[in-house]
């Protein structure tokens, strides 16, 4: 195997899924991308399911600052943390049916960097 196998697959295989969705428009259209992109994508997705050193560890990252450019946190997400923060009230949920009767509204800005 060699340095380049990895990108060479890549390419045929996105070349083959351009070609079936030429033949059939039915099937969703694949835009090239690099598969360096994967990386952002796994960060994101994986980083609500563990913490940040377990996430940067798992990445092979010696520091969480390597692992926050990988990680594009949405807003759903930040949300998502306060209304179990909230609902939770930070520790395990007693055996309860009852909804929180608290609403959270959470803003969430973008940064310049």
């Not at 796994?42 to 010696?62: E, N, Q, W, Y």
Request: hydrophobic fraction near 30%; proline fraction near 5%.
């Amino acid at each position: 195997m060699e340095e380049s196998s990895a990108k060479q697959w890549h390419a045929k295989a996105l070349e083959t899924l351009q070609k079936a969705h030429k033949e059939n428009r039915e099937l969703p259209e694949i835009k090239p991308f690099e598969p360096y992109c994967l990386r952002h994508t796994f960060g994101t997705r994986m980083a609500p399911k563990c913490d940040v050193f377990a996430l940067a560890r798992i990445m092979g990252h010696s520091s969480i600052t390597i692992t926050q450019r990988y990680v594009h946190t949405q807003s759903e997400a930040i949300e998502q943390a306060f209304r179990k923060l909230v609902t939770d009230g930070g520790h395990p949920q007693e055996s309860s049916t009852e909804e929180s009767p608290i609403e959270i509204e959470v803003t969430v800005r973008k940064s310049k960097a």
